[in-house]
């Protein structure tokens, strides 16, 4: 079985035109490196975008939608694999499933709830499976400086916001997650999701 990737990320563009190159750059980057991508299906905004250019790079990916969003976020008819599924939790559960790995691009409320729930799963010991932000221009930094204002309040412990590897490089991002993702088979005992 091919290292996937699960890449969390928007339905919509956004305002500044470097997510959207950053979203064409990652598909590229990953179908040139083997690594299946795994996303949440839909055809529109930057979910299209990185789709779109996995796909022209010859690469796998895999999209995971719900019945009720395949209208709304308009279902790729072009993947490797289009699963359709019944609600979000189980959309959420399948894609990390499938995934040796999680990389958050930039996005709104589905994006941050995504790359929060892989995070806390991993904090719980569910998984094992490197989570990376990719903090395109900067869109990150807010939270960012939130996540340090929680870790200082002593609501996060140090291991935990160590668990987010943050990178501003598609490059750097991918040589630090693919050996971590390498080593975090589905497969294993240790990861139950």
């Known amino acids: 079985m091919p290292t996937r990737i699960c890449v969390f990320c928007g339905s919509s563009q956004g305002t500044d035109p470097a997510f959207t190159e950053a979203a064409r750059q990652m598909g590229q980057a990953l179908a040139q490196q083997e690594i299946g991508l795994v996303y949440g299906g839909g055809s529109i905004g930057l979910m299209g975008t990185l789709a779109d250019a996995a796909l022209e790079a010859g690469g796998e990916v895999t999209g995971i939608i719900p019945e009720a969003l395949s209208s709304a976020e308009v279902a790729h008819g072009q993947l490797s694999a289009l699963q359709v599924v ?20 930039p996005g709104g409320i589905g994006t941050f709830e995504e790359l929060f ?20 221009a900067g869109f990150y930094d807010p939270l960012l400086e939130f996540l340090n204002h929680t870790l200082n309040q002593g609501f996060i412990r140090p291991g935990c916001r160590d668990l987010l590897q943050v990178h501003t490089e598609i490059e750097t991002l991918l040589a630090q997650l693919l050996p971590a993702a390498l080593a975090a088979s589905p497969n294993l005992a240790s990861n139950k999701i």
């Open 117 to 136: 729930e892989v995070w806390t799963w991993a904090q719980l010991g569910y998984h094992s499976k490197p989570i990376a932000l990719l903090n395109v």
């Open 86 to 105: 019944p609600d979000m939790h189980i959309r959420k559960a399948r894609m990390a499933s499938l995934a040796d790995g999680f990389i958050a691009l």
